[in-house]
């Protein structure tokens, strides 16, 4: 099988300071994959540099395709669906304005997936002309997932879903992704603090280290790593 | 579920009694009593809603590109004017005043368009400031041309709506101020519905409100921002001929004292409030119109002044606007 999204060398830069000292990833079709690390590390900078919202080089090829000097909403056209940090809805819209912007880049219009999400994300329903600002924070991050699912993307990025939310959210959105992924054949790469969680939901994970990839391996390999329970599993 | 419903008819109620909503409740009534009761009231009134329609459609475009740019927009009347002097060629050339009407709402957007795409795009990033002097010196530009090209002297284009005043019960109301209300407000209610119900308008607003996130789902922000300087053109064109059509006459300083009121309007609405726009634009102008006829003080001399003094005294008790909201950004 031939990797969906392919990292060689990617070098970013934010002004003089680099982020990322050439990252070297792949994530294949149909997989979740998890980029773990320390606050710094470059992990949302990886994201980043995929869907090109900052200065990057290297190379980056989505299906073969290379990324290179595409600009952001291109390669958003092109079926990468990435939730920011911070989630990324649109506060001042309502509910289901942010569902429409998922559909964008689409013809037609909702209606078509509305029933899709409706079953991943029923409480959704109620609240249509809702303001996405008023949402509680763990509701604005399940909206921005089913506005990312709306975008029937190829390629799914997360930037830590997990961020400031309760447990029971937490686990709530990880049992989402995985069923999307499941059940839908969603590919999703997702940046997380919390390497306990994603090492039990990804398939791979990449472990980044100032700005490079120190460790990668299948999910339960990286589980027994020595270094990895030491740092960042925390036994 | 019960619950939901009960929440939902709570917030109905509690934006219903909104301060703003209760003043402009108490507003009309003072101004439908007023106007049953004294002939003199309602002319007033009609007047005063149709000047106040044109202020509140150039504030609008004020507005849209505040939103989309963050800047004031000091050429905004300029570009009004520009376009008005565009349909007086049109006219002279042999075009009915209907047919270069229309045809300068259409050269007005490319206009828009372009002046984004040119003088706006290469500066957005650097600064504020930067914009805004773009923008001064885009009215000190298109003044120049439109003076050097057709001159500084007074033009004359036909009337729109014809000379005709209607009377009701002693009331006279004037063609012109009845067309003038009906065209804006269809303007503005057109432009309610791009912005609301098509796919269109919810790009141009997800790129004015977040432009960062809506590249990621895909929307064109560059395209979008340009498109919303078109409209805001549209909107300035259609305020500039409406203007002339009430003064009767063309002249460069044409939209110089409007563009003040608009700015005036579209801050006493609050400047994030396409809708604090058009209902700050009508209040000012009926406001200015019973001022000056039963405050004998406020001459024309002084209606610009005392206007500002109004906005001063609003904005002390509520600095966002009427319909403002504070800002609360998050980096």
Redesign the interface.
């Known amino acids: 099988m031939t990797a969906l999204l392919e990292l060689e060398d990617v070098e970013a830069r934010y002004g003089p300071v680099k982020a990322l000292h050439g990252v070297t990833l792949s994530v294949d079709e149909g997989q979740i994959v998890a980029v773990l690390g320390a606050n710094g590390a470059g992990k949302t900078t990886t994201l980043r540099a995929i ?1 090109n ?1 900052v200065r990057r080089s290297g190379h980056l090829r989505l299906a073969g395709r290379s990324l290179g000097r595409l ?3 291109a390669v ?2 092109l079926g990468v ?4 940090e ?1 989630r ?3 506060a ?2 309502t509910v289901w ?1 942010n569902l ?3 559909a ?2 689409r013809r037609g ?1 909702l209606k078509a997936d509305a029933d899709g999400v409706l079953a991943y994300f029923p409480w959704l329903d ?1 609240r249509r002309h809702q303001q996405a600002g008023t949402l509680s924070g763990g509701e604005q991050q399940m909206l921005a997932l089913a ?1 990312a699912f709306v ?1 029937r993307p190829r390629l799914l990025l997360l930037d830590e879903p997990s961020l400031g939310l309760a447990p029971v959210l937490v686990t709530e959105i990880f049992r989402i992704i995985r069923e999307l992924n499941e059940k839908e054949g969603l590919t999703v790469l997702v940046v997380e603090q919390n390497a306990h969680l994603a090492l039990q939901v990804a398939h791979r994970a990449y472990v980044l280290e100032v700005g490079t990839v120190a460790l990668s391996g299948a999910s339960e390999e990286l589980q027994a790593h020595e270094s990895v329970r030491r740092s960042y599993l925390g036994y | 579920m019960s619950a939901v419903a009960a929440t939902q008819q709570n917030r109905v109620a509690r934006a219903a009694f909104r301060p703003v909503n209760v003043l402009l409740l108490a507003a009309a009534i003072f101004l439908l009593v007023g106007s049953l009761t004294s002939q003199i009231f309602a002319q007033q009134t009609v007047a005063g809603l149709a000047q106040g329609a044109v202020y509140g459609s150039l504030a609008l475009a004020l507005v849209l590109i505040y939103r989309a740019t963050e800047v004031i927009n000091f050429a905004q009347g300029e570009l009004a004017m520009a376009t008005t002097y565009i349909a007086y060629q049109l006219i002279q050339w042999g075009l009915s005043y209907w047919l270069a009407f229309f045809l300068t709402l259409v050269i007005a957007f490319a206009l828009g368009v372009l002046i984004q795409v040119v003088a706006i795009r290469p500066v957005q990033h650097k600064s504020v400031i930067a914009v805004v002097i773009v923008t001064v010196g885009l009215f000190v530009l298109i003044d120049g041309l439109v003076t050097w090209k057709w001159g500084a002297d007074i033009k004359f284009m036909p009337a729109p709506f014809g000379q005709q005043v209607y009377h009701w019960g002693g009331v006279a109301i004037s063609r012109q101020d009845i067309g003038t209300l009906l065209l804006t407000v269809l303007t503005v209610v057109l432009l309610w519905v791009l912005f609301q119900f098509t796919k269109l308008g919810l790009g141009m607003r997800a790129a004015a409100l977040r432009p960062a996130e809506a590249v990621l789902v895909g929307v064109r922000v560059d395209r979008m921002l340009a498109i919303g300087w078109g409209l805001a053109a549209v909107l300035g064109a259609v305020a500039g001929l409406m203007t002339e059509a009430n003064q009767f006459i063309l002249q460069p300083s044409l939209m110089q004292a409007v563009l003040l009121y608009a700015f005036a309007a579209a801050v006493l609405g609050g400047l994030e409030s396409p809708a604090g726009a058009v209902v700050g634009g009508l209040m000012l102008g009926v406001f200015l119109n019973l001022v000056g006829q039963y405050v004998h003080f406020v001459t024309a001399q002084v209606r610009l002044p005392f206007a500002f003094a109004v906005l001063l005294a609003v904005l002390l008790v509520k600095p966002s606007g009427l319909f403002g909201r504070k800002v609360v950004r998050k980096v």
Not at chain 1, 81 to 84: C, M, R, T
């Open positions: 869907s919202t600009r952001p909403e958003a056209r669906a990435h939730v920011p911070g990324g809805t649109f001042e819209l304005e429409r912007l998922g964008y880049t219009s109620d506005r975008q």
